[in-house]
């Protein structure tokens, strides 16, 4: 199947052609022109959005059920074109797109499940008890209801799952919350098909057209004007620290303030603790090489900096990381830019004098190899350079004097999304020593096993304290998503007729 973009916006069902254009960078295949996006295209999106609320953010749980089931029929019919352009775009492989597609409509139909059942709605009633001294309790109600427009940044490292129809629009979508949707630059042509898949489902399911909109490209005004927009109740980003850092303060800055909830990566440590490391140092060295490097390492769960107890066990698990990543050749990296920062990343790790190159290697044009370096426990708690993240296949093993130092270093990181223990039943009484710090430090911890891999369910946290996410009481995978986009409202002494159908 042969898709050729026709490069439009769409902004409140009608599909519109911009007088400025821009031209897709495809990893192989042909270049495409679309419209770049305006700020009167964003304002027309968001007023599209506001109309739509007023009886979108009412409609009954099951309409907006069935949407959502709507949308991800309207994906898998359009499966063969996702991946040939998604493919192209980006330079990932069939077999990861089709499984990212599968993801995206995993999670919309987990939506409608979830808002079926109506447990978020959090529905709390205490009645009244006139009686009560030495003052009467009124009757009061309580329930989630949804808070307006949304806007969700697309990102770049998921043209599927964490753009257009992903999970930040799945979770709003599902809470009754219009969207517009700022498409990421690095793949149109994919944002623009699962637009139309969007926009079919809409059709299909009679829904008000104002409550999805794609804006594609543009240059920083647009994305500035979207996050400013007064009718913009909360913001959805995942990509870099400082784009995302940027947009969250001028969601702070706005007359009115909004929550920013930005995903915006992480190291996401291991700490190999002593036991684990005498018993299969190899196994899990040629383990973490598989994560570091998969999807050229461009996955905001690449665990890219392992601990260990220096000593024997600790060079057989550094050369069998090595000896895994040298079987791995260059992969494509999702754009030129991002495959910039990677060798600028590398540049920084081979220009300190306290850092061991273990595996270096060259990465030219759009393309990236592995490369793994080493350094102490000393250096690294004095160089705050090393716990930065590297976007790509770039692994740093610090080797640390004791268990002491290791839970320094724990200490010493910043916020991260994962955080993970490789550990045997003797590991037991350090693992409870690490605990209570790795909790603090990230919002998933994980037992034997590589962060790379989010299983998108009810108990599922991605996100973490400052710098992986903005707000570290968030997650933007799982049901639990659903909740930034919500807000609690109480109903005094009601009439049963004037409550929402859900607390009646």
């Known amino acids: 199947m042969v898709f050729t973009p026709h490069g439009k916006h769409l902004i409140g069902g009608d599909w519109v052609a911009g007088e400025q254009r821009f031209a897709s960078a495809p990893a192989h295949g042909p270049s495409h022109a679309f419209s770049a996006g305006t700020v009167t295209l964003v304002n027309r999106a968001c007023e599209a959005a506001e109309d739509a609320f007023w009886s979108f953010g009412q409609a009954p749980r099951e309409e907006r059920a069935a949407l959502l089931e709507a949308i991800a029929d309207e994906i898998e019919a359009r499966a063969e074109a996702i991946t ?6 980006t330079g990932l492989p069939e077999a990861r797109l089709e499984g990212e597609r599968g993801r995206t409509v995993g999670q919309l139909r987990l939506f409608a499940a979830h808002i079926r059942k109506g447990d978020y709605l959090d529905r709390r009633h205490d009645p009244a008890l006139p009686d009560r001294q030495p003052l009467p309790r009124p009757d009061i109600r309580m329930v989630q209801r949804p808070i307006g427009p949304v806007a969700v940044f697309g990102a770049s490292n998921f043209p599927l799952a964490f753009s257009t129809a992903g999970g930040d629009t799945a979770a709003a979508l599902a809470a009754g919350c219009p969207v517009v949707v700022k498409g990421h630059s ?50 959805g980003f995942t990509g870099s620290l400082a784009g995302g850092r940027a947009l969250f303060d001028l969601c702070a800055a706005r007359p009115e303030p909004i929550p920013f909830f930005g995903e915006l990566g992480s190291v996401n440590p291991m700490f190999l603790l002593p036991a684990a490391l005498a018993a299969r140092a190899e196994q899990i060295g040629s383990g973490w090489a598989g994560s570091l490097t998969m999807g050229a390492g461009q996955f905001c769960t690449n665990p890219g900096i392992a601990v260990v107890l220096d000593g024997a066990d600790a060079d057989r698990f550094a050369a069998a990381a090595r000896t895994a990543l040298e079987q791995v050749g260059p992969q494509v990296m999702l754009t030129e830019g991002i495959a910039r920062a990677y060798r600028d990343g590398q540049a920084r790790f081979e220009a300190r004098n306290a850092v061991t190159p273990l595996l270096s290697t060259e990465s030219r044009g759009r393309e990236a190899s592995p490369n793994l370096y080493e350094t102490t426990g000393a250096a690294w708690l004095q160089d705050h350079a090393l716990g930065e993240e590297v976007f790509g296949p770039l692994g740093l093993v610090v080797r640390v004097r004791d268990l002491e130092e290791m839970r320094r270093l724990a200490r010493g990181f910043e916020g991260q999304l994962t955080a993970t223990l490789h550990m045997d039943e003797a590991d037991l009484p350090a693992a409870r020593g690490l605990l209570p710090v790795l909790e603090r430090k990230a919002g998933r911890v994980l037992v034997n096993g590589f962060p790379t891999g989010v299983e998108v369910c009810d108990a599922m946290v991605h996100g973490g304290p400052y710098p992986a996410s903005t707000n570290f009481g968030a997650t933007s995978v799982g049901t639990m998503a659903i909740r930034r986009f919500l807000r609690p409202v109480s109903y005094q002494n009601f009439p049963k007729g004037l409550l929402p159908e859900e607390l009646q």
């Open 84 to 89: 040939e352009i998604g493919c192209q775009e």
């Open 186 to 235: 690095a793949h149109p042509g994919t944002g623009e098909i699962v637009a139309e898949a969007i926009h079919a489902a809409i059709a299909r399911t009679g829904t008000h057209p104002g409550v999805f909109s794609l804006v594609q490209g543009g240059d920083r005004k647009v994305g500035e004007a979207l996050v400013r927009h007064p009718l913009i109740k909360a913001v």
